[in-house]
C-alpha cells in the first residue's frame, strides 16, 4: 500500500492481483454505524477477486461517509461510489474502461447533497476521457497520461500555485495485475522526486483470506 501513517487501508494491491484506488468525495451527512472508507478499502485488499471484494463492502450494510473505490484485477473492474445513505456501483464502459474524479457520477438521490466539491474535478475527467479516446494501450502511453498539464495547474498532473491552486499530485501509482507489480512515482508524475516498483515475485497465498 501506499499510505499515510496510522491509515489500516489505502491504495495498492494483493499477492492475488486485486488492487484499489480511493477518490475523496464531499456528500453531507454520516452514518455512525456505518464502514470507514478506508475499512473497505482494507477488505477489498484481504479479498481474492474484485467480485469478493463487492459482497462483503455491500455485505457491511452502508458506508460511514462519502467516497469513492475502484477495485479491479486482471479479469474485472469496476467502482464503488458511496455516500451515508446509498451505494452505487459504476461499472466498465463500452470500450472497458472506468475514469472517475473528486464528483459524483452516480445518482445518490435528493438528500445526498454534494458541497463544495473540488471546481475542476469535471474538467480533469473530462480531460482523461479525451485522453483515453487516443490511448494505445501500452504501458509507455499510460504512463503519460498522468503527466498531461492541460489546463495547468488544475490539470491531470495538479501542481500548487500561490494564491491560486492549493493543492498538487502528490504521487501516481499504475499497476500491471497480470505481473502482480505496481510502479510508483513520488511527486507529480511530470518530474517526479522518486520513481519505485512494488512487486511480488513470488505467490503469497496467505496474505489473502
Known amino acids: 500500500m501506499i499510505t499515510e501513517a496510522g491509515i489500516i487501508g489505502k491504495v495498492g494491491f494483493n499477492s492475488a492481483g486485486v488492487a484499489v484506488n480511493y477518490n475523496a468525495l464531499h456528500l453531507q451527512g454520516l452514518r455512525p454505524t456505518g464502514l470507514p472508507s478506508h475499512l473497505a478499502l482494507r477488505m477489498a485488499l484481504e479479498s481474492t477477486s474484485p467480485s469478493q471484494a463487492y459482497d462483503?463492502?455491500?455485505?457491511?450494510?452502508?458506508?460511514?461517509?462519502?467516497?469513492?473505490?475502484?477495485?479491479?484485477?486482471?479479469?474485472e473492474a469496476y467502482g464503488l461510489e458511496f455516500s451515508p445513505i446509498s451505494l452505487r456501483k459504476q461499472v466498465l464502459d463500452a470500450k472497458g474502461r472506468l475514469v472517475h474524479t473528486n464528483h459524483c457520477l452516480l445518482n445518490h438521490g435528493e438528500n445526498a447533497k454534494e458541497l463544495d466539491p473540488l471546481p475542476d474535478s469535471w474538467s480533469r475527467h473530462q480531460r482523461m476521457e479525451n485522453l483515453l479516446g487516443g490511448f494505445n494501450g501500452t504501458k509507455e502511453a499510460f504512463s503519460r497520461l498522468w503527466e498531461d498539464e492541460d489546463n495547468y495547474p488544475f490539470s491531470i498532473c495538479r501542481a500548487y500555485e500561490e494564491g491560486k491552486s492549493r493543492g498538487a499530485t502528490l504521487f501516481n501509482i499504475m499497476y500491471d495485475h497480470a505481473r502482480r507489480e505496481a510502479t510508483v512515482r513520488f511527486g507529480r508524475p511530470k518530474n517526479p522526486d522518486e520513481t519505485f516498483v512494488l512487486r511480488f515475485d513470488d505467490e503469497d497465498k496467505s496474505a489473502v483470506s
Open 56 to 75: 462483503r463492502i455491500v455485505e457491511q450494510g452502508g458506508m460511514a461517509a462519502s467516497a469513492f473505490i475502484m477495485v479491479g484485477n486482471e479479469q
